[in-house]
């Protein structure tokens, strides 16, 4: 049986205390070829919902015109249609990454088909605007920000230099607004994200970051296999991550969930399945983006990576139940640590109250079933195509 549980500061889950105390959470992402981006945007907008985060801005760090439309639509599906959104310019018409022609593009139908106001990238401010902003703006050390994609936009923001906005430079700024940077990528070894594609901006970014930094690793992330009910159970029509993932993976098919492993820490912290894998040291980040661990390393705030301390399995069942939420719909306490803010008769004074979770109106006017593509690609199979193709051609 399925029971509303009323919102609390201090939610007990399993004899635990959930710290219900919101995350304001800016999301940096790549979001294009895989459902991966989409999940975790997803993820991050139904526990806004659930009463743990605020999203207050989301970054584009790849170039797709389309891309900001996009992720105004997840976010107007989940009642959210105000979150800003900024991508760096010039834009492309790109609808996937260029290296990547067997993966379909989806982000432009997914425009289209689900209702969104952004239209086209043209239309948002820029990244540097956005973070300094949202920042300034701020309280002291208030701010998450999660990398769950490459680090083009925080590379131009980091060293932005004062202006109208705030008198502090990028840097500056984040040191006094940002808690904690979660990055979507291996501590050690050749992480997606940053050996791909411009190691030098993860370089310079990560090398000289100046408050706490956790590392979520795709070893881990491979590990967590999810996906199979979510183009059966959900309605592609009516569900833009149903959509995305039967236009991409396909329906009873998985696929791992990097990008919302990494949001999930973002938002919930070690919770029950994380724990810290190192102890003292730092994360050092060479000009082509691959990682290793200095166990000497004294950076001027933590850095670790997380390892899992529950199983793969029933993390990846967690976060595909999360998932499987739609608003207006009714989830069990033991999902929604915190409960729904709006929901409850008692708590108009909570922090959050009067966010009704909205019915889902956003049925797109034209069905769209068809596959973007059958082809399913794994981020270490399509980083290591490349790696080979660099390789044979000795660069
Ligand atoms: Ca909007
Ligand atoms: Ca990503």
């Given at each position: 049986?399925?029971?509303?549980?009323?919102?609390?500061?201090?939610?007990?889950?399993?004899?635990?205390?959930?710290?219900?105390?919101?995350?304001?959470?800016?999301?940096?992402?790549?979001?294009?070829?895989?459902?991966?981006?989409?999940?975790?945007?997803?993820?991050?907008?139904?526990?806004?919902?659930?009463?743990?985060?605020?999203?207050?801005?989301?970054?584009?760090?790849?170039?797709?015109?389309?891309?900001?439309?996009?992720?105004?639509?997840?976010?107007?599906?989940?009642?959210?249609?105000?979150?800003?959104?900024?991508?760096?310019?010039?834009?492309?018409?790109?609808?996937?990454?260029?290296?990547?022609?067997?993966?379909?593009?989806?982000?432009?139908?997914?425009?289209?088909?689900?209702?969104?106001?952004?239209?086209?990238?043209?239309?948002?401010?820029?990244?540097?605007?956005?973070?300094?902003?949202?920042?300034?703006?701020?309280?002291?050390?208030?701010?998450?920000?999660?990398?769950?994609?490459?680090?083009?936009?925080?590379?131009?923001?980091?060293?932005?230099?004062?202006?109208?906005?705030?008198?502090?430079?990028?840097?500056?700024?984040?040191?006094?607004?940002?808690?904690?940077?979660?990055?979507?990528?291996?501590?050690?070894?050749?992480?997606?994200?940053?050996?791909?594609?411009?190691?030098?901006?993860?370089?310079?970014?990560?090398?000289?970051?100046?408050?706490?930094?956790?590392?979520?690793?795709?070893?881990?992330?491979?590990?967590?296999?999810?996906?199979?009910?979510?183009?059966?159970?959900?309605?592609?029509?009516?569900?833009?991550?149903?959509?995305?993932?039967?236009?991409?993976?396909?329906?009873?098919?998985?696929?791992?969930?990097?990008?919302?492993?990494?949001?999930?820490?973002?938002?919930?912290?070690?919770?029950?399945?994380?724990?810290?894998?190192?102890?003292?040291?730092?994360?050092?980040?060479?000009?082509?983006?691959?990682?290793?661990?200095?166990?000497?390393?004294?950076?001027?705030?933590?850095?670790?990576?997380?390892?899992?301390?529950?199983?793969?399995?029933?993390?990846?069942?967690?976060?595909?139940?999360?998932?499987?939420?739609?608003?207006?719909?009714?989830?069990?306490?033991?999902?929604?640590?915190?409960?729904?803010?709006?929901?409850?008769?008692?708590?108009?004074?909570?922090?959050?109250?009067?966010?009704?979770?909205?019915?889902?109106?956003?049925?797109?006017?034209?069905?769209?079933?068809?596959?973007?593509?059958?082809?399913?690609?794994?981020?270490?199979?399509?980083?290591?195509?490349?790696?080979?193709?660099?390789?044979a051609l000795g660069i």
């Amino acid at each position: 049986m399925r029971l509303l549980i009323p919102t609390l500061a201090l939610a007990t889950i399993g004899g635990a205390l959930a710290n219900c105390a919101r995350k304001q959470l800016i999301i940096d992402t790549d979001f294009y070829n895989l459902p991966d981006d989409s999940n975790a945007l997803a993820i991050a907008n139904i526990l806004e919902l659930w009463g743990e985060v605020n999203i207050l801005g989301v970054i584009s760090d790849i170039r797709s015109r389309f891309a900001p439309p996009a992720i105004d639509a997840v976010n107007t599906y989940y009642g959210h249609p105000n979150i800003p959104v900024a991508i760096l310019k010039p834009l492309d018409n790109s609808t996937r990454d260029p290296n990547f022609p067997q993966l379909g593009g989806w982000v432009d139908i997914l425009a289209e088909k689900f209702p969104e106001d952004v239209n086209d990238g043209s239309n948002t401010t820029d990244p540097v605007t956005l973070y300094r902003t949202l920042l300034a703006g701020a309280g002291d050390q208030s701010i998450t920000i999660a990398v769950i994609g490459f680090f083009d936009a925080m590379y131009k923001f980091v060293d932005s230099p004062p202006d109208a906005i705030s008198p502090l430079t990028g840097f500056e700024l984040i040191k006094k607004k940002v808690v904690e940077l979660v990055v979507q990528a291996d501590g050690s070894g050749n992480p997606f994200n940053l050996a791909y594609h411009n190691g030098t901006f993860a370089a310079h970014v990560l090398n000289n970051w100046p408050t706490k930094l956790t590392f979520v690793p795709g070893y881990v992330g491979r590990t967590i296999v999810m996906g199979a009910k979510l183009a059966v159970e959900l309605d592609p029509k009516t569900n833009p991550i149903s959509f995305v993932w039967n236009a991409t993976i396909g329906p009873n098919k998985t696929n791992p969930a990097w990008d919302p492993a990494a949001i999930y820490y973002a938002i919930r912290g070690l919770d029950d399945v994380y724990h810290y894998n190192k102890t003292g040291g730092s994360v050092i980040v060479y000009p082509n983006g691959t990682t290793r661990w200095n166990a000497t390393g004294t950076p001027p705030a933590t850095q670790n990576w997380v390892d899992l301390s529950i199983s793969n399995v029933t993390f990846a069942e967690r976060l595909e139940d999360i998932l499987l939420w739609e608003p207006g719909h009714t989830v069990s306490g033991s999902l929604a640590r915190c409960g729904i803010p709006g929901w409850s008769s008692n708590n108009s004074s909570a922090p959050g109250s009067g966010i009704t979770p909205p019915t889902p109106t956003n049925t797109p006017t034209e069905p769209f079933m068809g596959s973007a593509s059958n082809v399913v690609l794994q981020k270490s199979v399509m980083f290591g195509a490349i790696v080979m193709i660099v390789a044979a051609l000795g660069i």
